[in-house]
């Protein structure tokens, strides 16, 4: 799929999927012997009523009488009783080891998401990680919750019944393994190209239904701009290969399933024409070779389970190596540095920057920031201003020269350590679709209700106030709060964690103008001793800050405060003449 | 209203719909589903038949004769069972498809009332898996119709050989099944609690993934991987209780069939030690019953298929039984009149570039969604009421823009390009105008770079301008823009203001803003003070003489100016 490729997550290998399987079975090894002994006496059960009409026939030929006959009865009605109890109780212990399975592979998935390095995160394609937790996922908890149990009797079902029929005949077990011998090859064939099918199938479905996403949420602007017209024309389109792609695994299974039939009908044909040979000869008695007869017709239930599953279990092992593959983009991460900070003395020396196969960035940047002061980096969409903030905060390591904080090398230190030094807040927040105050814990999981209050004031966010549920007011991405509050809810949580350095990386843009440069104040106000670098192209707090770094092409152009930068008559005094809607 | 039936009379109908639409293909279907599981139980009587007939003899011609029928036999029911398959495919697909068509079209219908009428995200849910949850319940058609008749037709073959086993069969089934009702009513409801609290637990799995930059940068990992072990066991905890359900189903599934064979196998062999039946007889009896396993299994999942849909189609046919507001039909009387919204006082000149200053965007926005006319208002162009003008007309004529507007995915040329793509020199214009030329020089693949949905793959400041390129593109006489380019730099700011302007010259321009960098360039600024206009001039004149005004603008720039006067 194209996803891999662009980002960057890798996939398991076969090997390392049987070692991730073997331990999610070892956690619970009861349950699996459980899962596999239900599974066994089931699918015996269900072996028995071919095997009874078989010794009934024979006890009949051999003049039984009505009560011997009437034992029997009991017996099998006895034994359906059993069967239904049991394979429901099967069904029961397998579906709930399933559901273990599952939850501990929802675990160990949300621990590695949650604990991808920064860097990958930044940068990972979160579409591809998207897939991976929820549909990826999903396929594979339902394979162990639902088809398991299924496969693994009908499994258990088709060797027993193959053992059984070799236990009364081994001659007339051959024939019968030979009748069905089709069926092996055809389904090599079937799975080798339905991967692929299904693959564009689900992707057909997918493209689809994204198209009808845009289309129902963007309703507005397709009345706006008169795309009633495009959004059908899109949706028909799609539409069609959607169906294009589920009628080519049609076309794939119009092959295995008329092929697997016949082969059922072959092995039964030639079973009963070896029988008739054999019960001539008297290699084999009426009752063995009917009981034979009967387990030949029945193999083909259990045996088309099996099948029918098998492409559910290609694509969901697909699956299982993708969502075990997270397990292997941690490994990429460098040694973490030892070394602690040994001030909040940040320093950027002859610093360069290039994305992987991208044009450089940032050239030479050099850059001593005093612990405790107020810097302002300004400069046009594109300057490089942004990288410079992932670059101070360690997300990202330069490529040539060197970012250190108290003499470490920023990009190298524990995560941990990091996250206690220096905070950067942008412009794209996230609320999590919880109540305001786990918003707000997050940053700092002991603050009380009152330093929570206290933060959200200290943004200007007094509408928490106002709020009928306060802190335990629900919030999420999409609905009721602005971007704004979204943003002084971003805010807050810096306040809360409380670090030595805290970058601004166009954090109070969705504010208006007027409230953005009154936040900036009081977070400057608030975070009185610490060092706060603010990334804006709204100048309004540039004029009374410490120092204004201007960014033009990846370089420091300019560097000083307000008056001196004006004085210089540069690129600063044309960007402040542009802000204040002056002559340029 | 011919829709109105369709739709409305709740989700049963709907579901009749979707099988009334291709009814040809639908009875296609139960006629393969019935011949084929009828089929079925032809070859325990060939085996009977050949048992009883030829098997004395040993492999005589009698025995190959009935070999060469069962074979042929085996591949008739495989030739059945594909083209039974194919057409029940065929079915299925066509029904979601025609689902998602329908609605497609009723969202299309709706426009920008959508969001006031229906949850955009259970409607797009309908298309993801309703329409195939529906679509699956239609295989009842089929094998369903096909199971009755079997089962009909296993109990007529009884029937023949004896009338106890008959009504065994007959009365045992359904009887059975009766007895499941409640049981299934449970697996539909723990069902519905399984599936909600999977697709809660991956909705915090999307929350997590979306807000892992937060979490790494601030922490509270521990704090989400708790929450999410305590969801995560509470689908563990549900999918228990289903699987209690579901295993009696599934028990009762198995082991029911195999109570009648039991039952069945008894009283035959009973029969055939008392000479009532020969012991081919006893063969084909077990052969008919065992068929039985068959059109049980199928009663059961269609019980619990249909079961869904009716959750689906009500869901479905609620939304598309959504009446469209009711609408205008005139034409625009006079173009050249001006546009006016008492609602807040403002009056709009046509021909002008004109700025309201606001600092409050929730208002900025009503009082757009009015004048647009698609907030029912008393707004109005010359004496006429927006109301009464035909939206189709009135969108073409009056366009407001706004930071939600969604972006559609595509290449850059359509996604900017609404009325079709007008040639270089229309593109190099909007290009310029709307500032996306710095972008586009950027990209490799110029105006075929591909944008996602929601252009989701560009910065906010880009997708900013992106809009304002479609909204240049699309020409309107009047248009409306909340604070449009509020996510760039102030030197962008002011040089795509300046181009905006001229591109926009001879026609009506109308920007909500506070940027001093746009009302300097505006030729008419409105100032707007909690919702109604109060004061209206140049943006020279304003500063010089109305005190509020400076201080929205200057609050902008610098705090000292606001503190000094």
Redesign the interface.
């Known amino acids: 799929m194209s996803h891999q490729s662009e980002s960057g997550f890798p996939i398991a290998s076969r090997s390392e999927l049987g070692r991730a399987a073997g331990r999610l079975v070892r956690a619970d090894p009861w349950m699996f012997v459980f899962t596999i002994g239900f599974g066994t006496v089931?699918a015996a059960?269900?072996l028995a009523?071919?095997w009874?009409?078989g010794v009934?026939?024979d006890e009949?030929?051999g003049g039984?009488?009505?009560a011997e006959?009437?034992r029997?009865?009991?017996v099998?009605?006895l034994?359906?009783?059993l069967?239904?109890?049991i394979?429901?109780?099967s069904?029961?212990v397998t579906?709930?080891f399933g559901?273990?399975l599952?939850?501990r592979l929802?675990?160990s998935?949300?621990?590695r998401?949650?604990?991808?390095?920064?860097r990958i995160?930044?940068k990972?394609d979160?579409g591809d990680?998207?897939v991976r937790?929820?549909g990826d996922?999903?396929r594979v908890t339902g394979i162990f919750?639902s088809a398991a149990p299924e496969m693994l009797v009908s499994i258990v079902q088709v060797v027993l019944t193959f053992v059984f029929v070799a236990v009364l005949s081994v001659p007339l077990a051959i024939v019968t393994i030979i009748g069905m011998l089709g069926i092996p090859l055809v389904t090599r064939w079937y799975l080798r190209r339905a991967a692929a099918g299904y693959l564009a199938e689900a992707d057909g479905h997918g493209r689809?239904?994204?198209?009808?996403?845009?289309?129902?949420?963007?309703?507005?602007?397709?009345?706006?701009?008169?795309?009633?017209r495009?959004?059908?024309d899109d949706?028909?389109r799609r539409?069609a290969t959607?169906?294009a792609a589920?009628?080519a695994t049609?076309r794939l299974?119009?092959v295995l399933?008329?092929a697997v039939?016949?082969s059922?009908?072959?092995a039964?044909?030639l079973v009963?024409?070896a029988?008739?040979?054999m019960?001539?000869?008297n290699a084999v008695a009426?009752g063995s070779?009917?009981a034979i007869?009967?387990y030949v017709?029945?193999m083909s239930?259990p045996l088309d389970v099996v099948l029918l599953w098998l492409e559910s279990l290609q694509s969901a092992i697909a699956s299982f190596a993708r969502v075990e593959g997270l397990a292997g983009a941690d490994v990429a991460n460098p040694t973490p540095s030892t070394a602690t900070p040994s001030g909040p003395r940040l320093a950027v020396a002859d610093v360069s920057f290039a994305y992987e196969q991208g044009p450089t960035v940032l050239h030479g940047i050099d850059l001593e920031i005093r612990p405790g002061e107020n810097l302002v980096i300004v400069?046009?969409?594109?300057a490089g201003k942004s990288t410079l903030a992932r670059l101070l905060?360690g997300?990202e390591a330069p490529t040539s020269g060197s970012i250190t904080l108290g003499g470490v090398e920023v990009s190298a230190l524990p995560?941990?350590v990091r996250?206690s030094h220096i905070?950067?807040v942008?412009?794209?927040?996230?609320?999590?679709?919880?109540t305001i105050r786990?918003n707000l814990?997050?940053?700092r999981?002991d603050a009380e209700d009152g330093e929570l209050h206290a933060a959200m004031s200290a943004v200007g966010a007094h509408w928490l106030d106002g709020l009928p549920a306060g802190l335990d007011t629900i919030v999420?991405?999409h609905d009721s709060l602005?971007g704004a509050h979204a943003q002084q809810i971003?805010l807050a949580?810096?306040l809360l964690?409380d670090p030595q350095t805290v970058v601004l990386d166009e954090a109070t843009?969705?504010l208006?103008?007027?409230s953005a440069?009154?936040v900036e104040?009081s977070l400057w106000s608030v975070l009185e001793d610490r060092t706060v670098i603010t990334i804006a192209?709204?100048?309004?707090t540039a004029?009374?800050a410490d120092r204004i770094a201007v960014i033009d092409g990846g370089r420091i152009r300019e560097l000083g405060n307000h008056e001196e930068l004006l004085r210089r008559r540069g690129l600063y005094m044309?960007?402040w003449n542009?802000?204040?809607?002056?002559p340029? | 209203m011919e829709r109105r039936d369709r739709y409305s009379t709740g989700p049963w109908h709907y579901l009749w719909w979707l099988v009334r639409s291709q009814w040809r293909r639908v009875l296609l279907g139960a006629l393969l589903g019935s011949t084929w599981m009828v089929g079925l139980t032809v070859?325990?009587l060939v085996?009977s038949l050949?048992?009883d007939e030829?098997?004395e003899?040993?492999?005589?011609a009698k025995?190959?004769g009935?070999?060469?029928i069962?074979?042929g036999?085996?591949?008739g029911?495989?030739?059945l069972?594909?083209l039974r398959?194919?057409t029940m495919?065929?079915v299925r697909?066509y029904a979601a498809?025609q689902t998602?068509?329908a609605?497609?079209?009723q969202?299309?219908g709706?426009?920008?009332s959508?969001?006031r009428q229906a949850a955009?995200g259970e409607?797009?849910a309908?298309?993801?898996s309703d329409a195939w949850t529906m679509a699956r319940s239609l295989t009842v058609t089929g094998p369903g119709v096909g199971a009755v008749v079997a089962y009909v037709v296993i109990a007529a073959a009884l029937l023949r050989i004896s009338p106890l086993l008959a009504v065994v069969i007959l009365i045992g089934a359904p009887a059975l099944l009766l007895l499941l009702g409640p049981v299934l009513n449970r697996f539909r409801i723990h069902g519905t609690a399984y599936r909600k609290a999977?697709g809660e637990?991956?909705?915090?799995?999307?929350?997590?993934?979306?807000?892992?930059?937060?979490?790494?940068?601030?922490?509270?990992?521990?704090?989400?991987?708790e929450?999410?072990?305590v969801e995560?066991?509470l689908?563990?905890r549900t999918?228990?209780r289903l699987?209690?359900t579901?295993?009696?189903i599934?028990?009762?599934a198995?082991?029911?069939p195999?109570?009648f064979?039991?039952?069945v196998?008894?009283?035959t062999?009973?029969m055939?030690?008392?000479g009532d039946m020969s012991?081919g007889e006893?063969?084909a009896v077990?052969?008919y019953v065992?068929v039985v396993?068959v059109p049980v299994s199928f009663f059961i999942e269609a019980a619990i298929d249909i079961n869904r849909a009716l959750v689906s189609a009500q869901r479905t046919s609620r939304f598309l039984s959504i009446e469209p507001l009711a609408r205008g039909t005139a034409p625009v009387n006079d173009a050249t009149a001006a546009l006016s919204d008492p609602g807040s006082g403002l009056r709009l000149e046509i021909g002008a570039f004109a700025v309201v200053a606001t600092?409050d965007?929730h208002q900025a926005k009503a009082i757009m969604e009015r004048l647009a006319g698609?907030e029912t208002s008393d707004a109005r162009w010359g004496d006429q009421p927006l109301a009464e003008i035909d939206?189709?007309v009135l969108?073409?004529a009056v366009?407001?823009l706004d930071d939600g507007?969604?972006?559609?995915?595509g290449p850059l040329r359509d996604v900017v390009f609404?009325?079709g793509d007008q040639g270089d020199a229309e593109r190099e214009r909007v290009a310029y105008a709307s500032g996306i030329d710095?972008m586009l020089r950027?990209f490799d693949d110029g105006w075929a770079t591909p944008i996602a949905?929601r252009g989701v793959n560009l910065s906010?400041?880009q997708r900013q301008r992106l809009r304002l390129a479609?909204a240049l593109a699309?020409g309107p006489a009047v248009l409306l823009a909340l604070d449009p380019l509020?996510?760039?730099?102030?030197?962008?700011?002011?040089q795509v203001v300046e181009r905006v302007r001229d591109a926009r010259r001879g026609l009506t321009t109308l920007v909500f803003s506070?940027?001093?960098?746009?009302?300097?360039?505006a030729d008419v600024v409105h100032l707007v003070e909690e919702g109604r206009t109060v004061a209206s001039g140049t943006?020279a004149s304003l500063v010089a003489s109305n005190g509020r005004y400076r201080k929205?603008v200057s609050?902008?720039?610098?705090?000292?100016d606001e503190t000094s006067r």
């Not at chain 1, 998401?113 to 920064?118: G, H, M, R, S, Y």
């Not at chain 2, 507007?405 to 995915?409: H, K, P, V």
């Not at chain 2, 506070?514 to 360039?521: E, G, M, P």
């Open positions: 089931t059960l269900a009523p071919p009874l009409a009934v026939i009949i030929t039984a009488s009505l006959v009437d029997y009865g009991a099998l009605v034994l359906a009783v069967q239904l109890l394979s429901r109780y069904f029961l579906a709930r559901l273990r599952s939850q929802r675990r998935i949300v621990d998401v949650l604990n991808l390095p920064a995160v930044d990972a979160t990680l998207m937790t929820t996922t999903r919750s689809l239904a994204e198209s009808l996403s845009g289309t129902v949420n963007g309703a507005r602007a397709v009345e706006l701009y008169g795309l009633q495009r959004r059908q949706i028909v539409a959607a169906r589920q009628f049609l299974r119009s399933f008329p039939d016949s059922y009908a072959l039964l044909v009963l024409l029988g008739a040979w019960y001539q000869a009426l070779l009917i007869l009967l017709r029945q239930g400069g046009a969409s594109g905060v997300i995560l941990e996250r905070a950067l942008t412009q794209e927040q996230h609320l999590f679709h919880d786990t814990l997050l940053a999981p999420s991405q602005s971003a949580r810096v964690s843009s969705l208006t103008p007027g440069s009154t104040r192209h709204r100048l309004a004029r009374v044309r960007l542009a802000w204040q809607g002056g340029h | 070859p325990p085996l050949a048992i030829g098997l003899y040993g492999l005589g025995v190959w009935w070999a060469g069962l074979g036999v085996g591949i029911i495989a030739v069972a594909i398959h194919r495919t065929k697909i498809q998602i068509r609605v497609a079209t969202s299309i709706l426009g920008s959508l969001q955009a409607v797009a309908i298309g993801v999977e637990l991956s909705g915090r799995i999307v929350d997590i993934v979306s807000g892992l930059r937060v979490l790494t940068t601030l922490g509270g990992k521990s704090l989400f991987a929450r999410w072990e995560s066991d689908v563990r999918g228990y699987a209690r579901e295993s009696w599934r028990g009762v198995v082991g029911l195999a109570l064979l039991a039952i196998m008894w009283l062999a009973r055939t030690v008392q012991v006893f063969v077990f052969g065992a396993v600092d965007r698609i939206p189709t969108r073409r366009l407001p507007d969604y972006l559609f995915a609404t009325n710095e950027g949905e906010a400041g479609r699309a509020s996510a760039v730099d102030a030197v962008t700011e002011s506070s940027s001093a960098t746009v009302l300097a360039a943006h929205l609050r902008n720039t610098s705090e000292e």
